[in-house]
């Protein structure tokens, strides 16, 4: 769909075409002329006549029988009635002359002569017909040799096609994984959204809740347990009054986006191996004091366990969408957590980095 | 005032481009002066074929005077004689048996002019290549006023013709590009000159509706008007249009008016309508969405200018100076050089409806100003005005002599005509002289 940015109420032609030239210049990719594909044709060309690059040295053969043809230079075939007397010494001349009739007594000449001049007129139509058949051969290699180039441009122009359409279908590619991460952090926000509306605030005649079980490790998370997030998304009444670990800041935020891009990085494999965080190149230093940072990390280490790329990918789709750059005064952090972090439990299905 | 159109053929029928232009001028000019046509009995200008009685009659209340032609056209010699010139170093003596053999030879109309110039104020000559025009012109120098409707074609390199540019009183352009390139090939700057063109009798109430419903046209479409023929760039367009069609983005119909001289290709969404009277040619422009004008050689584009007076976008070709210097002076039309450029520009107008609307109206604007029927008959007035004051004529160069005729040192037409400037003529192409196209790029083109 051409779209202009003609911002006053006069156009202006040049501009538009301008505008829709460089157009074609994005959609194409590059923008070759004619004289510039013919130049990447000459240089294909070459190539193919070096025996090292490619194997054949077709056009090389070509490329000798290039000189122009030259008839070869035929020998005299005349022959005449005069041939046989004919001699540049002028009285042996006339004496043949003047014997001639004698001769003519013993055989008939002329019938010799004859036949030789029929067989030197046929020697100079074959050598002609030769020459012509020389002639159109060469002009039809030629006309091959013109073909193999013709083709080769072609198939240079062809290249330039498939690489335009390879990053079309790489834009087009990069374009669906967007739309695909997009869809799965707002099917997110849909779960959220509904978890939401199962909290039910506890009645106050009933008992208090049991505390909270751990839950195990390895169970596959259930739409209840990815609900949580959301509800520890909002601090509890309790949490806030118990002096429970309080939502954290910006700044924690981003420390723990950069350990989670570190261990994507490769830390998450020394958890695994050593069960100690090795500072891997690249990867942020350790994180400083603080239970959040130590929960971090062994949420970190547990999510590695359950599916490192599944986990990232979405925790940035939900960062990225619904998270606290597009809602600054949701927090992100969850007393479950810290206080799962506390008591030495592992937080895995109950760590953001889950949904 | 008395004056005199002389053109090659003259009739209510005829409608080539230089023969629509001289009947237009002179029923224009018949309201302010008395008019007569001097033209042959020839309809057909291929074979220059007497078929009209010689003598005086009248078409649409223009007395109409026409001659005899001498000898009809042998293609085979005018071919033969043309590459000579065209191509090959030659002699003057060879460019005038050239314009023989181009025709319409028809001494009587010249020997006519050379007795009875001097009754007329001016004469007006129509098409500068033609054998009336460079004889007529030398005939009557005294008198003669060049509408050449000069193409970009080798003809114009011929050395006979920077003469016949020299030696007229004045010269009426049709565009500032002709005018660059007849000024860089003859040197004539000198000659009173304006560029002019023609108007056009627009209807101002056409009907869309009614030819929508006539021929069964539904949706948006776009119209070319025209002869369908390789000349025309018609062949290009349908390569084009069929790219396009296969945009499922793309919605408009092609429809085509005019004598078909290529075959069309069948598709439901190219229609062609055949030859139309100008009730239908009107509504149909006025119910398209835009004009497409692909022809590489125009020296005006009367069709776009009718298009342009219907408001209606243009989509030319790039490759005709004409044509897209008059789409950027009118900032009326767009311009294709490649299918790329004719896709998207076609796109743009057909869907970006304020592009669309705005281009109309500048088009209509620059229409008004420049090829109103007022304004081009003000501007013949003006330089007949000028004309009359100033001083007498200039002499003529005289005409070559027996061995200047038999000299072989002309070089080929096309290789002078690649000398000239090419491209579109905007104010910005060059500082001193507005108007002018750039130069040197030697883009020769003959027509095909």
Same mark, same amino acid.
């Given at each position: 769909?051409?779209?202009?940015?003609?911002?006053?109420?006069s156009?202006?032609?040049?501009?538009i075409?301008?505008?829709?030239?460089?157009?074609?210049?994005?959609?194409?990719?590059?923008?070759?002329?004619?004289?510039?594909?013919?130049?990447?044709?000459?240089?294909?060309?070459e190539?193919?006549?070096?025996?090292?690059?490619?194997?054949?040295?077709?056009?090389e053969?070509f490329?000798r029988?290039?000189?122009?043809?030259?008839?070869?230079?035929?020998?005299?075939?005349?022959?005449?009635g005069s041939?046989?007397y004919e001699?540049?010494?002028?009285?042996?001349?006339?004496?043949?002359?003047?014997?001639?009739?004698?001769?003519?007594?013993?055989?008939?000449?002329?019938?010799?002569?004859?036949?030789?001049?029929?067989?030197?007129?046929?020697?100079?139509?074959?050598?002609?017909?030769?020459?012509?058949?020389?002639?159109?051969?060469?002009?039809?290699d030629?006309?091959?040799?013109?073909l193999?180039?013709?083709?080769?441009?072609?198939?240079?122009r062809?290249?330039?096609?498939?690489?335009?359409?390879?990053?079309?279908?790489?834009?087009?590619?990069?374009?669906l994984?967007?739309?695909?991460?997009?869809?799965?952090?707002?099917?997110?926000?849909?779960?959220?959204?509904?978890?939401?509306?199962?909290v039910v605030?506890?009645?106050?005649?009933?008992? *208090?809740? #049991?505390?909270?079980? %751990?839950?195990?490790?390895?169970? +596959?998370?259930? $739409?209840? =347990?990815? @609900?949580?997030?959301? &509800?520890?998304?909002q *601090?509890? #009444?309790?949490?806030? %009054?118990?002096?429970?670990?309080? +939502?954290e800041g $910006?700044? =924690?935020? @981003?420390r723990?986006? &950069?350990?989670?891009?570190?261990?994507?990085?490769?830390?998450?494999?020394?958890?695994?191996?050593?069960?100690?965080?090795?500072p891997?190149?690249?990867?942020?230093e350790?994180?400083?004091?603080?239970?959040h940072?130590?929960?971090?990390?062994?949420?970190?280490?547990?999510?590695?366990?359950?599916?490192?790329?599944?986990?990232?990918?979405?925790?940035?789709?939900?960062?990225?969408?619904?998270?606290?750059?597009?809602?600054?005064?949701?927090?992100?952090?969850?007393?479950?957590?810290?206080?799962?972090?506390?008591?030495?439990q592992?937080?895995?299905?109950t760590?953001?980095?889950?949904? | 005032?008395?004056?005199?159109?002389?053109?090659?053929?003259?009739?209510?029928?005829?409608?080539?481009?230089?023969?629509?232009?001289?009947?237009?001028?002179?029923?224009?000019?018949?309201?302010?002066?008395q008019v007569?046509?001097?033209t042959?009995?020839?309809?057909?200008?291929?074979?220059?074929?007497?078929?009209?009685?010689?003598?005086?009659?009248?078409?649409?209340?223009?007395?109409?005077?026409?001659?005899?032609?001498?000898?009809?056209?042998?293609?085979?010699?005018?071919?033969?004689?043309s590459?000579?010139?065209?191509?090959?170093?030659h002699?003057?003596?060879?460019?005038?048996?050239?314009?023989?053999?181009?025709?319409?030879?028809?001494?009587?109309?010249?020997?006519?002019?050379?007795?009875h110039?001097?009754?007329?104020?001016?004469?007006?000559?129509?098409?500068y290549?033609?054998?009336?025009?460079?004889h007529?012109?030398?005939?009557?120098?005294?008198?003669?006023?060049?509408?050449?409707?000069?193409?970009?074609?080798?003809?114009?390199?011929?050395s006979?013709?920077?003469?016949?540019?020299?030696?007229?009183?004045?010269?009426?352009?049709?565009?500032?590009?002709?005018?660059?390139?007849?000024?860089?090939?003859?040197?004539n700057?000198?000659?009173?000159?304006?560029?002019?063109?023609?108007?056009?009798?627009?209807?101002?109430?056409?009907?869309?509706?009614?030819?929508?419903?006539?021929?069964?046209?539904?949706?948006p479409?776009?119209?070319?008007?025209?002869?369908?023929?390789q000349?025309k760039?018609?062949?290009e367009?349908?390569?084009?249009?069929?790219?396009?069609?296969?945009?499922?983005?793309?919605?408009?119909?092609?429809?085509?008016?005019?004598?078909?001289l290529?075959?069309?290709?069948?598709?439901?969404?190219?229609?062609?309508?055949?030859?139309?009277?100008?009730?239908?040619?009107f509504?149909?422009?006025?119910?398209?969405?835009?004009?497409?004008?692909?022809?590489y050689?125009?020296?005006?584009?009367?069709?776009?200018?009718?298009?342009?007076?219907?408001?209606?976008?243009v989509?030319?070709?790039?490759?005709?100076?004409?044509?897209?210097?008059?789409?950027?002076?009118?900032?009326?039309?767009?311009?294709?050089?490649?299918?790329?450029?004719?896709?998207?520009?076609?796109?743009a107008?057909?869907?970006?409806?304020?592009?669309?609307?705005?281009?109309?109206?500048?088009?209509?604007?620059?229409?008004?100003?420049?090829?109103?029927?007022?304004?081009i008959?003000?501007?013949?007035?003006?330089?007949?005005?000028r004309?009359?004051?100033?001083?007498?004529?200039?002499?003529?160069?005289?005409?070559?002599?027996w061995f200047?005729?038999?000299?072989?040192?002309?070089?080929?037409a096309?290789?002078?005509?690649?000398?000239?400037?090419?491209?579109?003529?905007?104010?910005?192409?060059?500082?001193?002289?507005?108007?002018?196209?750039?130069?040197?790029?030697?883009?020769?083109?003959?027509?095909?």
């Open positions: 769909m051409p779209d202009f940015n003609v911002r006053s109420d156009v202006n032609v040049e501009q075409m301008e505008q829709i030239r460089a157009r074609i210049r994005e959609k194409r990719g590059v923008d070759y002329t004619e004289q510039q594909i013919r130049d990447l044709a000459a240089v294909k060309l190539k193919f006549l070096d025996p090292n690059g490619v194997r054949s040295d077709l056009l053969q490329r029988v290039q000189p122009a043809y030259e008839p070869p230079e035929l020998p005299n075939y005349e022959f005449e041939t046989l001699t540049h010494r002028g009285p042996l001349r006339f004496i043949r002359k003047l014997l001639n009739p004698l001769l003519k007594l013993f055989f008939n000449p002329n019938k010799l002569i004859q036949a030789l001049h029929i067989q030197a007129k046929l020697n100079m139509m074959f050598a002609e017909r030769e020459a012509r058949r020389e002639a159109a051969r060469r002009a039809t030629q006309l091959t040799y013109e193999i180039h013709n083709l080769v441009v072609e198939t240079t062809l290249g330039i096609e498939v690489k335009n359409l390879k990053m079309r279908v790489e834009s087009v590619g990069s374009r994984e967007f739309n695909e991460r997009r869809a799965r952090a707002l099917e997110s926000v849909v779960v959220y959204k509904s978890g939401e509306g199962d605030p506890p009645a106050p005649s009933r008992p *208090p809740a #049991p505390p909270p079980v %751990a839950p195990r490790p390895q169970q +596959p998370p259930s $739409p209840v =347990q990815t @609900s949580q997030p959301s &509800r520890a998304s *601090p509890s #009444p309790a949490a806030i %009054a118990g002096g429970g670990p309080s +939502p $910006p700044g =924690q935020r @981003s723990r986006r &950069r350990r989670r891009r570190g261990r994507r990085g490769g830390g998450s494999a020394a958890g695994i191996i050593g069960g100690q965080a090795v891997q190149p690249g990867a942020p350790a994180s400083g004091p603080g239970g940072d130590a929960a971090d990390e062994r949420a970190g280490t547990d999510a590695v366990h359950e599916g490192p790329e599944t986990n990232a990918v979405v925790t940035e789709d939900l960062e990225q969408f619904s998270g606290p750059d597009v809602h600054p005064a949701e927090p992100v952090s969850r007393p479950a957590d810290a206080e799962n972090a506390d008591a030495g592992s937080p895995a299905k760590d953001p980095d889950t949904q | 005032m008395k004056l005199a159109v002389v053109v090659q053929r003259y009739g209510q029928a005829i409608n080539g481009g230089a023969e629509l232009h001289a009947r237009y001028i002179a029923e224009h000019l018949a309201k302010h002066a007569e046509v001097l042959t009995c020839a309809t057909d200008y291929v074979t220059w074929r007497n078929e009209l009685e010689p003598g005086v009659g009248a078409v649409n209340g223009v007395p109409v005077r026409r001659f005899k032609v001498k000898r009809e056209r042998d293609p085979r010699v005018f071919g033969r004689r590459d000579r010139v065209f191509e090959h170093l002699s003057l003596g060879d460019e005038l048996d050239w314009l023989e053999a181009e025709g319409p030879t028809s001494p009587a109309l010249v020997d006519y002019l050379g007795k110039a001097g009754d007329y104020d001016f004469c007006l000559f129509f098409s290549r033609y054998y009336h025009a460079y007529g012109a030398r005939a009557g120098a005294s008198r003669a006023i060049l509408v050449p409707t000069a193409e970009r074609d080798a003809a114009i390199g011929l006979i013709f920077p003469p016949l540019f020299r030696s007229v009183r004045a010269v009426m352009y049709n565009s500032p590009e002709e005018r660059a390139m007849i000024h860089a090939a003859s040197g700057q000198d000659v009173p000159g304006v560029v002019v063109g023609i108007g056009s009798d627009v209807p101002h109430n056409p009907q869309p509706g009614r030819v929508r419903q006539k021929y069964n046209i539904r949706g479409f776009a119209v070319y008007v025209g002869r369908i023929d000349n760039g018609c062949q367009l349908f390569e084009f249009f069929k790219g396009y069609l296969r945009d499922p983005a793309g919605k408009l119909t092609l429809v085509l008016i005019g004598k078909e290529l075959p069309i290709p069948e598709h439901p969404r190219i229609r062609h309508l055949g030859f139309v009277d100008d009730t239908d040619k509504d149909a422009m006025a119910a398209a969405e835009l004009l497409l004008m692909p022809s050689y125009e020296s005006l584009s009367m069709v776009a200018l009718e298009a342009w007076a219907l408001g209606k976008p989509l030319a070709n790039g490759k005709c100076d004409v044509l897209k210097g008059q789409c950027i002076r009118s900032n009326a039309g767009l311009y294709y050089e490649s299918y790329a450029e004719f896709s998207e520009t076609l796109g107008i057909e869907q970006n409806r304020w592009l669309s609307g705005t281009l109309g109206r500048n088009g209509r604007q620059f229409f008004r100003e420049q090829y109103d029927w007022p304004v008959e003000r501007k013949y007035l003006d330089m007949f005005e004309l009359k004051k100033e001083g007498p004529p200039k002499v003529l160069d005289p005409a070559p002599g200047d005729r038999r000299r072989q040192d002309l070089p080929a096309e290789d002078v005509l690649a000398k000239l400037p090419a491209g579109p003529a905007t104010p910005k192409s060059t500082g001193s002289e507005p108007n002018a196209p750039s130069t040197g790029s030697g883009q020769g083109r003959r027509r095909a």
